[in-house]
């Protein structure tokens, strides 16, 4: 695809600028689009996050939120203005919306459907075509208290990270499949973390020791992600084999619900032999390190950490019935499990752990099947979507 010459302004809304699962893709595929094309890119964040400081490396920063502006001078600019007719002052996201209405946007690419209530403000002064790009399924969107009656309407193209994801779009949101394009997310060693820590390593020397078997997983530790269920994993395998040499290690971010897991692993007896790392920067070291990866969740669109265990030669096992994820392990020949049957996964996992042969076969289809989404397969066809869409 061959990206077009004349600069254009292309706007992206980040819902928030955490190391999370979409917000990653999101900053991967603008990160190439930034070498690759001649476009400015804008940002305008839901919420802040360690991101933030790299999106001001590829383009200008707005903040959704008012009391959260970075630039105080463009924040003070807009809350000066005053409404001629009334005399009174306009909110600031009315007038963050009616700046960047004069901006001359060839392209708004929002992300998630947390940004939902930005997309509809947005559609109200910007003059420009709408890209909406969806990670969520059914419970995701449940969960989260999002309304979606606005997806049929406000987007002109729709992105959908998996077939999953476009499944349930077109089964449960009235959205016409025609609307609807896949893109993947883009994997590949070089972007899966984001600032380097090189400190990681260290601290992953002290918390493992080496002779341990690593059950590695990945995400948001919440419930519908499954973190309980990874410590209950746990608790199993130390039920079955006492004293083993397994160590379980969970990478993501454990805000609002670490004082549960602590409190978990403490009365579980499984302190030393369970970690949960809380967000870090760059989890390539603890991706490394695993000896399998493990996910407990109970819906996944796509399973990007999946992939990227697998891109990094790491048999996957993860339940059934979890629609995106199941089709992932599917294609790396991981091991699935019966939904939410925890003594099958452990029994596997012993098994898997005393299998070398076992475990090194399952790697090689791994890597085989992640080099599918690696930037040169799949950047193409995303920057075709934008050529497409823009005004």
């Known amino acids: 695809m061959s990206i077009s010459g004349k600069t254009k302004r292309i706007l992206f809304v980040f819902h928030e600028a955490c190391l999370t699962g979409a917000t990653i893709v999101l900053f991967r595929y603008v990160t190439l689009l930034k ?3 001649p476009h400015q890119l804008l940002f305008l964040l839901g919420s802040k996050g360690p991101l933030e400081t790299e999106l001001r490396e590829l383009g200008a920063v707005y903040d959704w939120e008012e009391h959260r502006t970075p630039n105080t001078s463009f924040a003070s600019r807009l809350l000066s203005r005053v409404t001629l007719l009334t005399g009174a002052r306009k909110s600031y996201q009315d007038l963050l919306v009616e700046d960047l209405g004069h901006q001359n946007i060839s392209l708004v690419y929002a992300n998630t ?5 930005i997309v509809s403000e947005l559609k109200k002064r910007v003059a420009a075509p709408v890209i909406w790009h969806i990670h969520e399924l059914e419970l995701a969107m449940k969960s989260l208290g999002i309304s979606s009656r606005e997806l049929p309407f406000l987007p002109n193209v729709i992105v959908a990270n998996s077939r999953a994801t476009k499944r349930n779009l077109v089964a449960n949101h009235a959205i016409r499949e025609d609307k609807i394009v896949v893109h993947p997310p883009i994997i590949g ?3 899966l973390g984001s600032r380097l820590d090189e400190t990681h390593d260290t601290n992953l020397r002290v918390a493992i020791p080496e002779t341990r078997f690593v059950v590695g997983s990945s995400g948001t530790a919440v419930t519908r992600k499954g973190a309980e269920l990874f410590i209950v994993l746990a608790k199993t395998i130390e039920h079955v084999l006492p004293g083993n040499q397994f160590h379980f290690a969970w990478v993501g971010n454990t805000r609002g619900t670490i004082h549960e897991i602590e409190h978990d692993i403490e009365r ?6 369970v970690t ?14 695993f000896d399998v990866f493990v996910s407990t969740s109970k819906e996944e669109s796509f399973g990007l950490a999946c992939v990227e265990a697998a891109y990094l030669g790491k048999p996957v096992m993860g339940f059934a019935g979890t629609e995106g994820l199941e089709e992932i392990i599917v294609g790396c020949h991981g091991i699935l499990i019966p939904y939410m049957d925890v003594t099958e996964m452990a029994e596997r996992l012993i098994q898997l752990a005393k299998n070398k042969k076992m475990r090194e076969e399952m790697a090689a289809s791994s890597r085989s099947f992640a080099s599918g989404f690696t930037p040169d397969r799949l950047f193409n066809d995303w920057i075709g979507t934008l050529e497409k869409t823009m005004k």
């Not at 459907?113 to 209530?117: A, K």
């Not at 579980?268 to 032999?273: F, I, M």
């Open 268 to 273: 579980a007896g499984l302190a030393g032999k």
């Open 113 to 117: 459907i947390v940004s939902s209530n």
């Open 189 to 191: 060693e070089p972007v």
């Open 35 to 37: 070498a690759q094309s």
């Open 276 to 289: 949960f790392t809380g967000e870090v920067t760059n989890p390539v070291p603890w991706f490394r390190r």
